[in-house]
């Protein structure tokens, strides 16, 4: 269970890497990438995944991998 982030809809801006509790974001010659192992979905602490909600594109660039 993992999110995934659209590259080709990401815009960098960075707003989901600080706000995800298991540091699964990560950055990399300015493209952004989550870490399927690590990422929780936020089950156990949020209602919904925080990197979804602080992303300006939305449900179209983070989606459930
Ligand atoms: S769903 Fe939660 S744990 Fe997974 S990358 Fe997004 S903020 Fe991090
Ligand atoms: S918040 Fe969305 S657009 Fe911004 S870096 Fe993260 S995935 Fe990309």
Redesign the pocket.
């Known amino acids: 269970m993992?999110?995934k982030i659209i590259q080709a809809e990401c815009t960098s801006c960075g707003d989901?890497k600080p706000?995800?509790?298991?540091n699964?974001?990560t950055s990399k010659g300015g493209m952004y990438r989550?870490n399927a192992d690590t990422?929780?979905?936020?089950d156990d602490q949020f209602d919904s995944?925080?990197?979804?909600d602080a992303c300006p594109a939305g449900e179209s660039c983070i989606v459930f991998a």
């Open positions: 993992a999110m989901c706000v995800c509790p298991t699964s974001i989550i990422c929780t979905e936020c995944p925080r990197c979804l």
